[in-house]
């Protein structure tokens, strides 16, 4: 038998769970309703939009929003006949597909992004001092390494 | 034109909602293999199996796991046909739908539990000292509350 969690790690667990889904709500509907984007949508664009030349490799972009490949290329289908990313082969490894950003892909990031990120701040960052931060981004980082080498066993 | 995240709020919040979706992926992976429940499955027995009587409020049920009505409907429907709840209606308030667990129901998530909990442990709670606990803790009630306002407004 486990030891089961006691009432803090209770509590802590079933926030963190109960969070992202009321924060994902609140703040696709208003994304959705502005932009016509979804925030798996918004999520692929941001490193597409920051990558000097518009190109990111299938396999970072999986990695940078947590998906598996899978996932990543039914939603990448999806994208691509909105018009918001195009797929091309990489020239250094003909395996490692690469996914680039349309001029349409741009402008819908562009549109989107000054409400998204006001929204972020009034729901998430506003509530968080200097000292929040620093413990999230500790914890988040330990977390997010253990089950990278979890999934690696 | 808002603030734009700085380079720490930016990770932070990245790292929030990947990290949430990779442990998702672990957690529901496994859950279903040994189980047959899903993450919602089990987040929705966990309360219920939890009530004196197995019987807990439908908007009750909703505000623990952070969902919207009609998303919780139309998990229980299918919840129900599959044997784990039954509706009722509430006594006190002919409005009031009422959700009870059923014995498979209890069963399902009698077996369940063992391997999700050390699960959790594994790839969550083991990772995190006291004090990441108590900040979490801090933090999270502190978001939560902020948006349950935000909804009301």
């Known amino acids: ?65 947590g998906w598996e490949r899978s996932r990543l290329s039914h939603h990448l289908t999806r994208m691509q006949r909105r018009g918001l990313i195009a797929r091309e082969t990489c020239p250094d490894d003909a395996r490692g597909a690469m996914v680039r950003i349309t001029p349409d ?25 200097p000292a929040d931060l620093t413990a999230l981004d500790d914890i988040y980082t330990r977390l997010r390494a253990a089950l990278a080498e979890e999934s690696e066993l």
């Open 1 to 65: 038998m486990p030891r089961w969690l006691d009432e803090r790690e209770s509590r802590v667990w079933r926030a963190h769970l109960a969070l992202h889904t009321e924060l994902q709500a609140v703040l696709e509907r208003r994304l959705l309703a502005d932009s016509g984007l979804s925030l798996a949508d918004y999520a692929l664009l941001v490193p597409l939009s920051e990558s000097p030349d518009g190109v990111v490799r299938a396999r970072d972009l999986a990695a940078s929003v």
């Open 105 to 129: 892909g741009i402008s819908a990031i562009t549109a989107a992004a000054p409400t998204h990120v006001a929204d972020i701040r009034r729901t998430f960052i506003d509530h968080l001092t």
